[in-house]
């Protein structure tokens, strides 16, 4: 069996963790990968290729020899003909891909700001009736503002370490994963967000994601993930008070104008 050539080897490789990053990886965490992270990893991969052959010299040339072959011996016109069709249509193909207008499907009317369950819950632990339910650290910032900052705090290592992906550094919406998500993550430091819900619907909304919520509104193509899987319910009130620190904005309390 003829042994395959570093080039070939390279290559497998690259295209190998293009299909694993592109279609499998998505797959297994159930959350989209933006391209542009596709993207970054397959720079870091060309890196880590182009590393490994330019250690040694007779390595650089062992990987270029095919190249050279293709481009210069008289015997492998074929394989120079086939290259020059296949470039074309490659680039057209991927050209078509990405400006191609695809029809826009069928109307699904949807509720887009579908009511809350009446109790609160996480995971199977009902917590109360969703009116009633106030955070458990709020009190500390009249009563305890030491003790408040310390929950503050830990909301923003909460949030910087599994929200602002999406969210942003700025609680904008404007995240790195944010271009390619539809719909768009929350924009916390617009006005009509968090002034306009208790914390109870924010613990709701986090714990739940876009999978917990009802069948009023749906279809719901949110990538937000059932957090209450990943986060304790202490980490959750954390990130809100985060939230309205950061922002300045306080959340509705009940009774409050509608």
């Not at 060309?46 to 210069?72: G, K």
């Not at 991927?94 to 809350?116: V, W």
């Amino acid at each position: 069996m003829k042994r395959l050539s570093l080039f070939t080897k390279c290559l497998i490789i690259f295209v190998g963790c293009w299909v694993f990053l592109r279609f499998i990886v998505g797959n297994v965490i159930s959350v989209p990968i933006p391209g542009s992270v596709v993207a970054m990893y397959m720079g870091l991969i060309i890196i880590a290729i182009l590393v490994h052959i330019s250690v040694e010299d007779s390595r650089f040339r062992e990987f270029l020899r095919p190249i050279h072959e293709t481009l210069i011996d008289d015997n492998k016109r074929l394989r120079r003909r086939v290259i020059a069709v296949l470039i074309p249509f490659a680039l057209l193909a991927y050209t078509y891909s990405i400006f191609a207008q695809r029809a826009n499907p069928p109307g699904n009317p949807r509720d887009a700001h579908p009511s809350p369950p009446l109790e609160l819950t996480y995971k199977d632990e009902v917590i109360g009736k969703m009116q009633e339910v106030e955070n458990p650290f709020r009190h500390y910032e009249k009563d305890d503002p030491e003790a408040f900052k310390a929950h503050v705090e830990n909301g923003r290592r909460v949030y910087y370490q599994n929200c602002f992906y999406c969210h942003g550094d700025d609680l904008d919406g404007q995240g790195h994963f944010a271009p390619h998500l539809q719909p768009l993550p929350a924009n916390f430091q617009d006005p009509g967000i968090i002034p306009n819900f208790q914390e109870s619907f924010l613990f709701w909304r986090i714990s739940k994601g876009g999978p917990g919520l009802p069948a009023a509104g749906t279809p719901w193509d949110s990538a937000m993930p059932v957090w209450e899987d990943m986060l304790t319910k202490d980490e959750i009130w954390d990130v809100i008070l985060f939230l309205s620190d950061y922002t300045g904005y306080q959340p509705r309390t009940f009774g409050e104008g509608h």
